[in-house]
């Protein structure tokens, strides 16, 4: 069975500061691993995907995330945070197709300026 | 460039009352999905057609029902709704490349 934690509910980083969000994994095949942002009352976006090829993935808007097998993490990161990245942010795993995907609960970026 | 439209965005309904909510997507993907936003828990999958008239239940069906009418539409219908139903309702489609392309919610509150 697959599983997927998101470490932390909320986090609050200042403008022009880096941002980290923690999402960690259990998976019993090598799964496919997914960003989404939400932003307030709209759709989730797809920020970013692992499938197998470079650890080290690049989304949209600055983003990236490294696929660490050994600690089964898939951490969010970007250098700076805009105050346009406050969203709510949603880390996903599948095993084999997407129907049988998992989403995390969820953390919510606050960016004070 | 529509992608996934769903209708309606919002929705009072009382305790017992039957709705439909639509959604159409102009993408040509073959599978469509239902799912359920409800604070701290994510979303968790109501059902899924992985083609045009197929479909099969996901996590918590109890409740609803699904028409894949054709390639471009899923309809999640609640026959008799309750207040636990009330909640944020997404529709996706994707290609069968893993990546999901999701419309902009229908909120429902069932009183």
């Known amino acids: 069975a697959q599983s997927v934690t998101q470490l932390d509910s909320h986090v609050s980083v200042s403008e022009g500061t880096p941002v980290l969000l923690r999402c960690n994994y259990s998976?019993?095949?090598?799964?496919?691993l997914f960003w989404y942002v939400q932003h307030p009352n709209k759709g989730l976006q797809l920020l970013l995907k692992?499938?197998?090829?470079?650890?080290l993935v690049k989304g949209i808007n600055g983003f990236e995330a490294e696929f660490k097998k050994s600690e089964t993490s898939f951490h969010l990161t970007k250098p700076s945070a805009h105050m346009s990245d406050a969203a709510e942010y949603f880390c996903?795993?599948?095993?084999?197709?997407?129907?049988?995907?998992?989403f995390g609960t969820g953390t919510k970026l606050q960016v004070i300026p | 460039n529509a992608g996934v439209t769903q209708t309606p965005k919002f929705q009072v309904l009382k305790t017992g009352q039957s709705m439909t909510l639509q959604c159409a997507q102009d993408?040509?993907?073959?599978?469509m999905y239902w799912y359920r936003q409800d604070p701290g828990m994510g979303l968790r999958l109501i059902y899924y057609?992985?083609?045009?008239?197929?479909?099969d239940k996901g996590e918590v069906p109890n409740g609803y029902n699904v028409s894949r009418l054709n390639k471009r539409e899923f309809s999640l219908r609640l026959e008799s709704a309750a207040p636990s139903q009330t909640s944020v309702y997404f529709c996706?489609?994707?290609?069968?490349?893993?990546?999901?392309?999701f419309g902009q919610g229908t909120r429902l509150t069932v009183v």
């Open positions: 996903v795993v599948s095993e084999t197709s997407y129907q049988k995907v998992t």
């Open positions: 998976s019993s095949y090598s799964p496919s």
């Open positions: 692992y499938t197998s090829a470079a650890t």
């Open positions: 993408m040509n993907h073959n599978s």
């Open positions: 057609s992985a083609s045009e008239g197929t479909t």
């Open positions: 996706a489609s994707d290609r069968g490349t893993s990546e999901a392309f």
